[in-house]
């Protein structure tokens, strides 16, 4: 079992910076690769970001391309996604997950683990 936390949502302004951030204990942290997923009113869950299990590698959805960057932190078994020049259309539950399914994956469906979810907004 993981178990994962997220935290660091809030309000900002469009353009601005903001900073989300997922703990995680139980498993080897390692051994998962880490995702961020974020859910829109009457939308559905999408991907928004993965890095892999050694951190070498990410991916990011188009829509936040140049503007996101995931890390992790194996000291303290954390993920963050640093989410700059934000806008309203970000706005959205964002949500940690943790898959030990693939290398990188980009599907909800790889994520076996999942956390409370945290909310960001962005006002126009």
């Known amino acids: 079992q993981v178990q994962l936390v997220e935290s660091g949502g809030g309000l900002v302004q469009a353009g601005g910076s903001l900073r989300v951030s997922c703990a995680a204990s139980?498993?080897?942290?390692?051994?998962?690769?880490m995702g961020w997923f974020r859910q829109a009113p009457g939308k559905e869950r999408e991907f928004v970001a993965v890095?892999?299990?050694?951190?070498?590698?990410?991916r990011y959805a188009d829509s936040v391309k140049g503007r996101f960057t995931i890390s992790r932190d194996y000291a303290k078994d954390t993920v963050d996604l640093q989410m700059n020049s934000l806008k309203p259309e970000d706005t959205a539950i964002y949500y940690c997950?943790?898959?030990?399914?693939?290398?990188?994956?980009?599907?909800?469906?790889?994520?076996?683990?999942w956390g409370q979810g945290t909310q960001v907004t962005v006002s126009s």
């Open positions: 997950a943790a898959s030990s399914l693939g290398y990188y994956p980009v599907a909800r469906s790889a994520y076996e683990y």
């Open positions: 890095i892999s299990r050694n951190g070498g590698n990410t």
């Open positions: 139980g498993r080897t942290f390692s051994s998962y690769a």
